[in-house]
């Protein structure tokens, strides 16, 4: 739903013509690559996953809470980093935790 509705609900939203949509697209695949590259292997190797799910679960929350007061594209930037943090953390948690629980025999 994301890749595919949030360009144009963010048109819409903040009246974005299509050239600052796809700054703000490229903005947010930026910092995808510099949380999945340079934070979550390490976090994934200081803390338990329980802990980074929680942690991720609470991030979420705050960010929807955040967004629901949203109303600048530079607050939506604000929010996105966070945002982008704790769903991927939940997705590298969740994947691990699945992986583990499945035997090796299974796999």
């Known amino acids: 739903i994301f890749q595919v509705m949030f360009s144009i609900i963010a048109m819409d939203f903040f009246k974005l013509e299509a050239k600052q949509n796809g700054y703000l697209m490229a903005y947010f695949g930026i910092v995808q ?24 679960i609470g991030v979420t929350a705050g960010v929807g809470l955040a967004q629901a007061y949203m109303q600048t594209v530079f607050q939506l930037c604000l929010t996105v980093t966070p945002w982008i943090f704790s769903l991927s953390v939940f997705n590298v948690i969740t994947d691990s935790m699945l992986t583990k629980s499945v035997p090796s025999s299974d796999t």
């Open 33 to 56: 690559m510099v949380v999945q590259g340079g934070v979550i292997g390490r976090l994934t190797s200081r803390f338990p996953e329980r802990s980074l799910l929680l942690l991720s």
